[in-house]
């Protein structure tokens, strides 16, 4: 079985700065990307990067607005999501996952434990 792990995540002040890794176990044959979704409490879990494992597509949600990139290491089938100028309402649980690059969570297969991140005001 897949499995996804997530590191890096904590408590920061708002303006601070985050670098999360997420470390897949293999790579299937319907893992054509890997996401990172974020849940508040209270809220749906969405969107907030993708990245394509072959090729160079990336997405993000508009409401970051440039402040994350999401990177990757194919080799060792790994990703990031490199988060500066933090505001409180980046506050959730954040979520690695793999499947088809999409929006959406149902394209995602394989899903990650997930990693507290806190920004304080």
């Known amino acids: 079985q897949v499995q996804l792990v997530e590191s890096g995540g904590g408590l920061v002040q708002a303006g601070g700065s985050l670098r999360l890794s997420c470390a897949a176990s293999?790579?299937?044959?319907?893992?054509?990307?890997m996401a990172w979704f974020r849940q508040a409490p209270g809220k749906e879990r969405e969107f907030v990067a993708a990245?394509?494992?072959?090729?160079?597509?990336?997405t993000y949600e508009a409401s970051i607005e440039g402040r994350f990139t999401i990177s990757r290491h194919n080799a060792e089938n790994t990703v990031y999501l490199q988060m500066n100028n933090l505001k409180p309402e980046d506050t959730a649980v954040y979520y690695c996952?793999?499947?088809?690059?999409?929006?959406?969570?149902?394209?995602?297969?394989?899903w990650g434990q997930g990693t507290q991140v806190t920004v304080d005001s």
């Open positions: 990245t394509s494992l072959s090729g160079e597509a990336t």
């Open positions: 293999e790579r299937t044959e319907s893992m054509y990307a």
């Open positions: 996952a793999a499947g088809t690059l999409s929006h959406w969570v149902r394209h995602y297969a394989y």
